[in-house]
């Protein structure tokens, strides 16, 4: 399978806009490019807040504007305070923080591997989050910290291998999915396992967390996630930064004094980590990353946004949640299984395309 044809992505170095007298049409297309970015990320911005006041605002009791706005305030409304204060808000918080952390990472994973499909989702870095994550809750009872560090330690020893197969992200075509995949396969039977040896309560509640449901939101599972972004968040920034000498190609970013195993690395270790937090808290929202890293490099005209991807990463989750919790009558649909159904076609059309271009 080749990384390049016919996906949005080249394994070839990005040329270069020319320079001197003769660069005079490109500066219009740059500022353009640029106006089209900003507005994007404003209208994004926009939309998440939206659905973070409608997942707040709408549910079984229906608030006035006065009463919504007299809850928001600190004064208590029977009925209505707990709904919005302790089960509306931390859902539409831990959406948004989960959706951008696992947007951003894989607009990280997309962009230093060349590949749409190499998202975390795709390539068993959530599995691998969601396995040891799950063998923590079973086996040892972990929650909170404890529970994201240990699946920390599963997405980025995975990731470890998966990098070391791809020849320190070289090679990121038909092996690096296959490996990615096979992966997933392993984690996967290693659930089955724990879920099956388990006592049927634990099992149960470890099988609604690996749907990827927001229902078990909490201000504390907020603070968990909120530190880990903050701590993650800034030094993905940084790593994006990077990624773009890396862009010019391993020869000329050597040539230019920058370590690229290192790097690489060290963007590995981030994108991992954002997904490995995010999973913890919500349990593995399938098709995020992928979609959200696809859809923020499309709105920033074909380049690679990690903001962008983080924004639309959040709106799909926020969406995801509002559809499940209100468009099903009395049913409410995990958020997980929404971004599944919305990722798994366009998953499934970027492998015909790049299997037709062989």
């Known amino acids: 399978m080749s990384s390049s044809a016919a996906l949005p992505f080249s394994d070839h170095p990005t040329p270069q806009q020319p320079t001197g007298p003769d660069s005079r049409p490109a500066r219009p297309v740059r500022t353009a490019r640029r106006r089209r970015r900003l507005l994007s990320v404003v209208v ?7 659905l973070v006041v409608a997942i ?7 608030p006035t504007v006065g009463q919504f706005w007299r809850v928001l305030t600190g004064e208590r409304v029977p009925g209505l305070s707990f709904q919005i204060l302790e ?3 931390p859902r539409a918080a831990v959406g948004l923080l989960a959706g951008a952390a696992l947007g951003f990472s894989g607009s990280l994973f ?3 591997l060349r590949n749409p499909l190499a998202s975390p989702d795709v390539i068993g870095i959530t599995g691998a989050a969601s396995a040891a994550a799950v063998t923590g809750k079973l086996v040892w009872g972990t929650q909170g910290w404890s529970m994201t560090l240990l699946a920390f330690a599963g997405a980025v020893g995975v990731a470890v291998v998966l990098f ?3 020849g320190s992200g070289r090679r990121t075509g038909g092996r690096l999915i296959v490996s990615g995949i096979a992966i997933a396969a392993a984690t996967g039977a290693l659930v089955d396992h724990l879920l099956s040896r388990t006592d049927i309560r634990l099992a149960s509640d470890a099988l609604l967390w690996l749907t990827g449901s927001l229902s078990a939101s909490s201000w504390e ?10 701590v993650l968040l800034p030094l993905g920034a940084v790593g994006a930064r990077s990624l773009r000498l890396l862009e010019l190609g391993d020869d000329l970013a050597s040539a230019l004094g920058t370590n690229v195993q290192r790097n690489r690395l060290f963007v590995l270790v981030v994108a991992a980590g954002l997904a490995a937090a995010a999973t913890s808290i919500t349990g593995p929202i399938v098709f995020v990353a992928f979609l959200g890293g696809l859809t923020g490099r499309a709105l920033a005209g074909g380049r690679p946004s990690p903001t962008l991807s983080a924004l639309c990463g959040a709106v799909l989750v926020l969406a995801a949640e509002l559809l499940g919790s209100l468009g099903f009558g009395d049913i409410r649909m995990p958020a997980g299984v929404i971004t599944g159904i919305l990722g798994a076609p366009v998953l499934l059309v970027l492998l015909t395309r790049a299997g037709s271009s062989r």
């Open 44 to 50: 994004a911005s926009v939309l998440v807040l939206a």
């Open 56 to 62: 707040a605002f709408l549910g079984t009791r229906v």
């Open 87 to 89: 089960d509306r808000l």
């Open 110 to 112: 997309q962009t230093m």
């Open 164 to 166: 070391l197969l791809s």
């Open 221 to 230: 599972r907020v603070t968990v996630l909120g530190l880990a972004l903050l």
